[in-house]
């Protein structure tokens, strides 16, 4: 157990709809990053936080959005879905923002557009 | 564009075997590289390296980064059913990035 929790487990929703995945990270991480992983793309970045504040972006699509609150947890937010956003989310966090500060992941969202 | 390439693919092995998972990578700033085990869900951490030629250990597993190559291997010695996973490289870049590899598929046969 890494200590980053993730809500809910599993999605299942249509497509068109929006969907909201929850993160809190473990006690004392500042930084919360999200992660899709599909099984033809592999783990792909898609943004981060640090201490409330957006840090860097990877392959985010502009229908998703994320924020981390005053408390640190994070919201990803998925809109207008489509198929292929079936996948697996996952949330990491680490002490500090940077790559020299490992990233323990949560047990992730899998979500399913049907 | 950054890239980092795992091999094998998919490996399968009896217990008590050693195995090396390789992997490569060309990223423009090079900070870190990470070495996760995933199974059933998440991706577990193992090791962070970032410096060449210091080998990191932790029980049967043993990881050591070659910066000059731009390769790092991950070793498991005496394999045990338990160990059976994808494993996962990732390299850490300047500023908050993370790229990771395709990951190497190990199974241990008991």
């Known amino acids: 157990d890494s200590g980053v929790t993730q809500t809910p487990k599993h999605l299942i929703t249509a497509t068109g709809q929006r969907v909201t995945l929850r993160c809190s990270p473990r006690?004392?991480?500042?930084?919360v990053y999200w992660y899709q992983q599909s099984l033809d793309q592999g783990l792909q970045f898609l943004i981060q936080?640090?201490?409330?504040?957006?840090?860097a972006k990877g392959n985010i699509l502009e229908r998703f959005s994320a924020q981390q609150f005053p408390d640190l947890h994070s919201e990803l937010n998925l809109s207008s879905l489509e198929l292929g956003d079936s996948a697996l989310y996952f949330c990491?966090?680490?002490?500090?923002?940077?790559?020299?500060?490992?990233?323990?992941f949560g047990p992730g969202t899998r979500l399913t557009v049907t | 564009e950054d890239k980092v390439v795992q091999s094998p693919l998919s490996l399968v092995v009896h217990e008590g075997d050693t195995v090396t998972l390789n992997c490569s990578y060309e990223?423009?700033?090079?900070?870190?590289l990470l070495w996760y085990k995933q199974e059933k869900k998440a991706p577990t951490f193992l090791f962070m390296l970032?410096?060449?030629?210091i080998e990191k250990k932790s029980g049967r597993l043993s990881s050591i980064l070659d910066k000059k190559e731009l390769f790092s291997i991950l070793n498991i010695t005496a394999t045990q059913t338990g160990d059976s996973a994808i494993y996962l490289c990732?390299?850490?870049?300047?500023?908050?990035?993370?790229?990771f590899g395709a990951g190497t598929i190990l199974r241990v046969k008991s």
């Open positions: 990491a966090s680490s002490r500090s923002t940077g790559t020299s500060y490992e990233q323990y």
């Open positions: 006690s004392g991480d500042l930084s």
């Open positions: 936080y640090y201490n409330g504040e957006e840090r």
């Open positions: 990223v423009t700033n090079f900070r870190s």
């Open positions: 970032t410096s060449s030629g």
């Open positions: 990732a390299v850490g870049e300047y500023g908050n990035k993370l790229v």
